[in-house]
């Protein structure tokens, strides 16, 4: 079995974990805070940060992991998708540790490996099965048929509802990521006092983009009665906002794995750190009596453990990127 050092590199947290014999053996997260000035992720920045976290952070990986270098079997890295200039740290460092030890590189997609961390540790899902992944980027319901065989049958056709968290929390006042605050303040909110508009969405896509406007309106016009209306009311505002995107996914998620008729469901991705989600999901898997598999916390966000599985799996299949300097023009930081 491999022993393979991974590196996630793709938006605002520099992370290196080692994986040995199938097993995560380490998984070092540096967080970029620079960005909650600025209340989101600025690209310049977080490319700067990464350069400045990537050594260290490798090297403490392998020193918690009591792994030397050369007992690596393989170097991989996140391909995307992701913000370029971030990316672009994650693929140079591991293409030149890779060259230097002379140790193949593997390549892998965030949004697979953000699936791929169900497998981390037990109870692990069977296939196939259907995840509805969430991410500050992404928002795609997965049909999941084995480790590397994944087919997207419905995702956003505009905003990511983590971007639909965040975007709302600034509205609200709120730092960024926003998300884990509203879920903070929604705990005291009655999520039934607002109700904002669904968009009706084709077969099992979504779109957040919508509900955005509809929340800036809705409080620019209770700010004309009451001044201080998000102050006095700001618990009920998280709370019914946070419930408004929880049921659009899980209706359309619901859909989907009737559709499909699978028994066993999952979540992923940053916002399946979100308790209410969390909640109404496994409440949702005991009425239709689907298997409900829900990641730790640390493994919901971005983190290279996800990348570590993602890239044995790969190891496993004899999937390789290319060592050519010319391979680096081909990388796609796009959606792929
Ligand atoms: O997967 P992730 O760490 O990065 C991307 O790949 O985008 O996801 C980050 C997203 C952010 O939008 C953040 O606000 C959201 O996950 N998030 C949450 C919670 N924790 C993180 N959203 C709602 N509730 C949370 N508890
Ligand atoms: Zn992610």
């Not at 905003?159 to 975007?167: Q, S, T």
């Not at 957040?208 to 102050?231: M, P, R």
């Amino acid at each position: 079995m491999p022993t393979i050092l991974a590196i996630e590199s793709s938006c605002d947290e520099t992370s290196a974990a080692i994986i040995q014999d199938s097993k995560i053996v380490s998984n070092v997260i540096a967080n970029q805070t620079i960005h909650r000035l600025y209340g989101g992720v600025v690209p310049e920045l977080a490319s700067r940060a990464h350069q400045q976290n990537i050594v260290p952070v490798v090297e403490q990986a392998l020193v918690q992991a009591n792994v030397p270098k050369k007992s690596l079997d393989a170097i991989a890295f996140t391909r995307g998708p992701g913000l370029l200039g971030a990316l672009l740290v994650g693929v140079s460092f591991a293409k030149s540790m890779a060259l230097a030890l002379q140790r193949p590189l593997i390549e892998v997609n965030h949004m697979q490996a953000h699936v791929l961390a169900h497998f981390i540790e037990p109870p692990l899902p069977s296939f196939p099965f259907l995840c509805l992944t969430v991410s500050g980027g992404h928002t795609q319901i997965i049909l999941v048929k084995d480790y590397l065989q994944m087919e997207i049958v419905g995702q956003t056709q505009d905003d990511a509802v983590g971007e639909a968290f965040d975007k709302t929390a600034k509205m609200l006042g709120l730092s960024y990521p926003g998300g884990p605050l509203i879920d903070r303040y929604a705990k005291a909110g009655n999520p039934q006092a607002y109700t904002f508009p669904k968009v009706a969405m084709p077969g099992f896509d979504y779109s957040f983009s919508g509900i955005k406007t509809a929340f800036l309106n809705f409080i620019n016009k209770n700010k004309q009665k009451d001044t201080d209306f998000i102050k006095h009311n700001l618990a009920d505002l998280c709370a019914s906002m946070q419930q408004t995107l929880i049921q659009i996914l899980l209706e359309k998620f619901q859909k989907a794995a009737l559709h499909y008729q699978v028994k066993e469901v999952a979540i992923a991705g940053g916002v399946a750190a979100n308790s209410g989600l969390r909640t109404q999901l496994t409440e949702l898997a005991k009425k239709e009596q689907w298997q409900v598999y829900i990641p730790a916390f640390q493994y919901c966000t971005d983190n290279a453990a996800m990348i570590a599985m993602a890239a044995h799996y790969k190891f496993l299949a004899e999937d390789f990127a290319s060592q050519e300097v010319s391979a680096l023009a081909r990388l796609p930081f796009s959606a792929s």
